[in-house]
């Protein structure tokens, strides 16, 4: 049996609290079973030296994993990050900067913090779900202070886990089902279906056509489901 009963094409519990950071220019906690993480945005008059004087802005993000967001202690990345978190940085980025033309935003940044409070696998797909509404949300603060003219058009964004558990696709895998997944993918899409990217990998045996077909299909149930949050 699946975590929290669930069929295999259903999501965990989700849901969402905004202003958790109220000094923030937006900020949103999404909970996703047991997976929660915070996406603070912070607002920035510059852009970076590619983008000046273009009359473009710039969205990026950055990843990172408290201490106790796991079983055992996450070691701090005082160092420098991993290659595994700038992947992921990376990847919230792209699929950030899908969301709104980058030349309706002026010449500012919107950086985006997607800190993981507690790891229970689909850290990165849930932290680009819930940036993609905190950007939203800062946009709104900008038009509200009178630094936009106009609230631009927003393009909803969401992302889930698929893979094959156990030989069935399983919709949005928590760290059990991801650890023995024999395959396990990523997709994030945007409201009318459209693919921003895809990471998938087999890991004992090569999947099928067949098999990649039913796990985007699910992704895309889930994206629905997902997406539901912008009319809230």
Known sequence: MRSNNRANNEIRPLSIEYDFQPQAAASVLIRMGNT???????????VPPFLKDTGKGWITAEYAMLPCATNSRFRREV?????RTYEIQRL???SLRMVVGLDLIGERT????????????????????GAALAIRKALQGLVAQGKLAAMPVVL??????VGIVNGAPCLDLDYQEDSS?????????????????VQGSAEGS???????????????????????????
């Open 36 to 46: 929660h993480v915070l996406c603070g945005v912070s607002v920035e008059e510059s």
């Open 92 to 94: 919230i980025g792209r």
């Open 156 to 161: 909803p964004v969401a992302a889930i886990s």
């Open 79 to 83: 160092n420098g990050r991993s290659g």
């Open 110 to 129: 919107l950086r985006v913090d997607c800190d993981v409070l507690n790891a229970d696998g689909g850290t990165r797909t849930a932290s680009i779900t």
């Open 206 to 232: 090569p999947f099928k056509p067949e098999e990649f077909d039913a796990m985007m299909k699910l992704a895309r149930q889930g994206i629905d489901q997902l997406l539901e949050l912008w009319e809230k």
């Open 181 to 197: 997944a024999e395959v396990d993918a990523n997709f994030v899409m945007t409201g009318d279906g459209r693919i921003i990217e």
